[in-house]
């Protein structure tokens, strides 16, 4: 079974410039979560999607952060335009059943790491 | 202050040593998790728990729920156990809090 996949690994975009990270999560999972860890902090929820609907967004940063998941399959973060502080290692998760404790298993990605200069 | 916070920050070892890393949180939580992030990969999700222990291998998890407090334990370490732990716990919400993480170097 493939796992939680992320592209780009890497991305160096200059501040102002849009960037787009795309997450693939398991197939058949309907639990999507991107999270972001910025230098030197611990790891931040961002959003949540169950299928194509965002569960929760309540920690997305700005509106220059916009989190799509159409068909509820692969979702896209776009940061447009980009700002220093939004350099980070950007995470996605995903599992399968929801909310449960004891019952969902959360794999994640491999994260894309986004360098604003 | 950190909702959820770990401690050593930093922990180095001999291979072979026994070694423990504790989580705090002081919120109400369903579930908690142990990660494991090694340089420059992605994140693993060791073990999920609200009560008891769990054991894996070499890994030992183990959560107090009356006192907030979780142990990751790592029995004959190796250095392939090299990397950053990270506890992050669930609320009643599906987003998880993080910890900073403790990051691990066992030399041989």
């Known amino acids: 079974e493939a796992g939680v996949t992320q592209f780009p690994s890497h991305s160096v975009i200059e501040k102002g410039q849009t960037v787009t990270l795309r997450c693939d999560p398991i197939?058949?999972?309907?639990?999507l979560y991107w999270y972001r860890r910025v230098m030197g902090k611990e790891i931040k929820f961002l959003l949540h999607?169950?299928?194509?609907?965002?569960?929760?967004e309540s920690g997305m940063p700005n509106n220059r952060f916009l989190a799509e998941r159409t068909g509820g399959t692969y979702s896209t973060l776009k940061v447009q335009p980009a700002e220093l502080e939004d350099s980070g290692v950007y995470f996605c998760?995903?599992?399968?059943?929801?909310?449960?404790?004891?019952?969902?298993?959360?794999?994640f990605g491999a994260g894309s790491r986004l360098t604003v200069l | 202050k950190n909702e959820v916070e770990q401690s050593p920050q930093n922990l180095t070892a001999q291979e072979g040593e026994f070694i423990t890393i504790n989580c705090s949180y002081s919120v109400g939580i369903s579930a908690l998790h142990w990660l494991q992030q090694h340089p420059g990969g992605g994140i693993v999700s060791l073990f999920m728990?609200?009560?008891g222990k769990k054991k894996h291998g070499r890994l030992i998890a183990t959560i107090n729920i009356q006192e907030k407090h979780s142990s990751l334990h790592i029995t004959a370490s190796h250095p392939r156990d090299s990397a950053v732990y990270i506890c992050?716990?669930?609320?009643?919400?599906?987003?998880?809090?993080f910890g900073t993480g403790t990051r691990l170097q066992v030399f041989p």
């Open positions: 728990l609200s009560s």
């Open positions: 998760a995903s599992s399968q059943e929801r909310g449960t404790s004891g019952a969902n298993v959360l794999t």
């Open positions: 999607f169950v299928k194509e609907s965002k569960q929760d």
């Open positions: 197939s058949g999972h309907d639990n």
């Open positions: 992050a716990v669930r609320r009643n919400t599906d987003k998880l809090i």
